[in-house]
Structures are given as C-alpha cells and as structure tokens.
C-alpha cells in the first residue's frame, strides 16, 4: 500500500503553518497524539513517584510506560532503557562510567564521520584517564565508514568503540554490524549513536551489535528527551557516581533527578504514533512499529532520490558525498554563496535547513570547510512531500543562477 502522505501530515498540527521543514535532522515537528498525550497529562492531577496515592502511580506509570514504548523502537528490554534529558548528557553519563574504569594504554576508537556527542565525551573521558584515542577515517568522496579499518584500529587494549549508525552530516548508514564484530572479538564495548538513523527506519540492538544505544525522541515526533538502552546485566556492572538517595536500581540508577513526567507521556506517544504510520500494520506494538518505519523509509527514499537527481541537475550546486546506504539526508553547497547565506534566502523562502556544521564537527574539519561555513543540509523526513522537494530545487536553482546573492 502506497504511503499515505495526507493522513500523515494531518497527523502534525505545526505543518498548518505552511513553512517547509527540512530539517528532520535538527529536531521534527510533534505530532498531534504527542502534544494530547503531554498536555493530558499536565491537566492531570501530579504528583511525584510514590505507590501510596494516584498521582504518584501516575508518575511510576509515565516512567515504565515510557521505557517499554523506547524498548520496542530499539528492540531492547524496558528495565535496559535509561531515559535522560539528551542523547549528549546520556553518552557523557556512559563516557564518565566507563572512563573511570580506563587505565593509562587503554584505548578508545572514535570517528570523524561521528556528530560530536558520540566523539567528545569518548575523547574527554579517555583524556582523563590517560587512555589512548585511534580516530576511525571517513572516504572524502563518497563518506563512506569503511569497516575494514577497524580491524587495524582495534586491538587488545580497546575499551571502547564509538560509532554513529547514521550520519546527521551527510547520511552515511556505516556497517555497525561490522564495525561490532570487529570490536566484540578483542573484547571491546560498543557505543552507537542512533540519534539520526532510528527515525529513519526500523531499528534492532542486537542486530547492529550495541551493547549501548542512544536516541533522541525530538528527532522521531516526540519531546525533547532522549534514550540509551543496553542489556539490563550491562547496565548493572556499572556504577555512576549518583546520589546517595537515589534508587540504585536498574536502570534507575543511571537517571538522575526527578524527569519530566509529562514528556515521558510524550515519549510513549511518539513511539505509538510512529507504529500507527502504516494503519495496515497488524501484530505487536514492536512489529507495528517495523512495517511502519519500513514504509516510512521507502517513502522517504523516493523523495530522497527525487532531491538527489534535482540537485546534480543544478550546475551551481555541489552535494557533499555520495554514500551507499544512506538516511535521507544531503549536505551541499552553492557556488558562490556562503552556507548561512544559502540557508537565509531558504528561510526567507519559507524553507527550513540547518546550515554550518551541525555538530559534526570532525567531519567538517577533516574536509577544511569549517572555517567557510560549513555546508547546507536538506534532512527528509516522513512528512515532507514531493511537491517539496520540487519547491526546495526551485527556490536552489534562483540562487545558484545568481539570483540569492541578490536577495542574500
Ligand atoms: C547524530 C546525532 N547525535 C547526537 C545528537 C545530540 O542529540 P541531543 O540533542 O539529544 O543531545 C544529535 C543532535 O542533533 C545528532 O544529530
């Protein structure tokens, strides 16, 4: 069944508005049922976690109901699921963990493909213990993670692998799977950042070979919160320096302070919102969530190969890298015209793109284009449209045949 991009869009009440959002990579629009579920649970009576009165089992619902929605998205288990204010805060919480196990010699592989959050506080804790860092290179054409490297870059020392599953720069879908095997045989611990790739597609623990993984539910219709989820007897080894009150449960103990209970509703319905985008899919909440993530992917491809064939048609316009496996995500350049200047006369267009760096900082280091701005980035995500698309290439090709520059 085709996906119904109409039923879709009327799912997100910012769409009304009219702007054209790409820019999926920097944080998605709510989707209605998301905004119902927080606000609902704003109007309800609160109160903070306790078994004695209802408010407070509301509270200890929020939470549970949260980790076992984010458990079926990622295929991992409830009691696995630590929920936290960012996918940065979660990976820097891990990184301190971890690090104060790391000893002098010790070694931890990070990539230049990576957003910072899942290089940094690799790069920081490994510093603080006197541990080694190995960087993992990116192909400056294609962006391409070649796996292979690995297999050099690991070693019985290795601590630690650190590797995203999908690029916010440029796309780039790495071999994980891979990249894992390689780790797991010197013993290794695997870190993966899903921040861009789990809205983008069905997404499974074991099946890429994390013993941790994060993601962001601002980035797949949800609220500002964000997950990492591991096997439970992974997360009970580990001791984070936490308050002396606080439970020392997992995975509780790795979540700190008392969370917003009204988004973790959000966080929940986000994850039911998503496993109803195909209204076909039948079976468990899990399976659901796979068929409709599946469509959503292949309609997202479908818009991703239209913007792909639209932009090596404009002659002033240079897309950055061209990998294999790929999110719907494309950064470029206009000839003559500054990356913040391009994204301005976008904006003043009605279409919304991130442009600089967006975090991924190596990546643009490593290709000397920091210092100039950086690059524009289209992100597509389930609810943009072809007609889009066309509007986004229309508004590229002025500004590329030196119209923007003008108006810029
Ligand atoms: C790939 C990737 N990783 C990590 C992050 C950081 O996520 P958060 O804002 O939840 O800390 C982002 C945010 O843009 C991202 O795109």
Same mark, same amino acid.
């Given at each position: ?35 119902? *579920? ?13 078994? *004695? ?19 079926? %998205? ?114 290794? %611990? ?6 861009? *790739? ?121 897309? %950055? ?88």
């Amino acid at each position: 069944m085709p996906f119904d991009i109409a039923r879709t869009r009327a799912a997100y009440p910012a769409l009304a508005e009219g702007f054209v959002h790409f820019d999926g990579a920097g944080g998605t629009q709510t989707a209605g049922p998301v905004i119902d *579920a927080v606000s609902a649970a704003m109007r309800a009576a609160t109160g903070n976690r306790s078994a *004695a009165f209802t408010p407070g089992r509301r509270s200890l619902e929020q939470v549970t109901t949260a980790r076992a929605a984010v458990a079926d %998205l990622l295929g991992a288990e409830p009691d696995g699921v630590v929920l936290g204010p960012s996918a940065t805060a979660l990976t820097y919480t891990l990184a301190r963990t971890l690090g104060a196990g790391w000893r002098p010699g010790d070694e931890v592989v990070v990539s230049r493909l990576d957003h910072d959050a899942n290089v940094r506080p690799w790069v920081q804790a490994a510093e603080a213990a006197g541990a080694t860092v190995r960087w993992a290179e990116f192909d400056r054409d294609t962006g391409e993670l070649p796996a292979g490297q690995y297999a050099d870059l690991v070693g019985e020392r290795t601590r630690l692998v650190a590797v995203t599953a999908g690029s916010n720069a440029v796309g780039t879908v790495p071999d994980v799977a891979a990249i894992a095997k390689t780790a797991h045989a010197v013993g290794a %611990l695997v870190c993966v950042d899903g921040v861009h *790739a789990v809205p983008h597609g069905p997404t499974d623990l074991a099946s890429l070979g994390a013993d941790f993984l994060v993601t962001s539910a601002y980035k797949w219709s949800g609220p500002h919160l964000a997950a990492m989820a591991a096997d439970p007897a992974r997360w009970e080894r580990l001791r984070p320096a936490k308050l002396l009150p606080s439970s020392d449960a997992v995975p509780d103990r790795f979540e700190f302070g008392t969370p917003s209970f009204p988004l973790l509703a959000g966080v929940a319905a986000a994850v039911d919102h998503l496993a109803g985008l195909d209204p076909t899919a039948t079976g468990t909440r899990r399976e659901r969530l796979r068929a409709s993530l599946a469509a959503a992917q292949a309609y997202e491809e479908s818009l991703l190969d239209r913007l792909l064939a639209g932009l090596a048609a404009l002659p002033g316009v240079r897309v %950055l890298a061209a990998p294999a496996r790929r999110c719907p995500t494309v950064s470029f350049r206009v000839d003559g015209l500054s990356p913040a200047r391009t994204q301005a006369a976008l904006g003043a267009a009605g279409c919304c793109l991130s442009a600089g760096d967006y975090y991924a900082y190596e990546y643009f280091q490593a290709l000397g284009l920091r210092d100039s701005g950086g690059a524009v980035r289209a992100s597509i995500y389930h609810y943009n449209t072809a007609d889009e698309v066309d509007r986004l290439l229309t508004e590229l090709g002025r500004l590329a045949d030196g119209g923007g520059r003008m108006a810029g």
